[in-house]
């Protein structure tokens, strides 16, 4: 799955993180400061869930820095078995512009992400990030966190990786649609 968040240009250098819930109380997260692209079966962390959102790692590495959003998603989402972060570019740049990605009509976007509201901005690996992207995850599957990037929630992996590169999508086909319209005007 890290392999194809980079080769679809979802992340880049060090962005993104990925996590899956196995148990309750047991989560497999990406670790920090490795290229995703680089990332084996040997590097990921597990993660033993322990009161006061205190957690037990196990593996060779260290979590990624930025899995208190996953794991206050699990938390609001019993639902939710794997969270995608990435940095999907057109997207961030909507979100850049204080925009979200929308348009009542687009296939992509109604079907396969649905309403994708804005987070306001908290600096990454932050718990007051983790905490307010929660609150939004509570009821939509993708959000933008605001200047930064996306977070896709799924029962499954491949749900998640599909509503992420779905929103990506639009954005560019958003973003086209601007330019035609700017050029006829
Ligand atoms: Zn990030």
């Keep these: 799955m890290c392999r194809r968040l980079y ?3 979802l992340i880049a250098g060090q962005d993104g993180n990925v996590s899956v819930r196995i148990a309750e109380d ?3 997260v990406t670790p920090a400061g490795m ?3 680089d990332v084996r079966t040997s590097d990921i962390v597990e993660l033993k869930l322990l009161a006061d959102r205190e957690v037990e790692s196990k593996g060779s590495r260290e979590e990624s820095s930025e899995v208190e959003v996953h794991l206050a998603a699990y938390g609001v989402r019993p639902d939710v078995h794997a969270v995608i972060h990435a940095h999907p570019p057109t997207a961030i740049g909507f979100s850049v512009a204080g925009e979200t990605v929308e348009h009542p009509l687009l296939a992509e976007l109604k079907y ?3 309403t994708v509201p804005l987070v306001p901005y908290e600096p990454p690996g932050t718990r007051a990030l983790a ?3 929660a609150e939004f995850l509570r ?6 966190l ?10 499954t992996l491949l749900v998640a990786h599909q509503r992420m590169e779905s929103l990506e999508h639009a954005a560019r086909i958003l973003l086209v649609a601007r330019q035609v319209k700017g050029r006829a005007n």
């Design 35 to 37: 290229s995703k692209v």
């Design 146 to 155: 605001e200047h930064h990037g996306a977070v896709a929630v799924a029962p």
């Design 26 to 28: 047991r989560v497999l």
């Design 139 to 144: 009821s939509y599957d993708v959000v933008l």
């Design 131 to 133: 905490d307010i992207a």
């Design 112 to 114: 396969g992400v649905g």
């Design 7 to 9: 080769e679809r240009g």
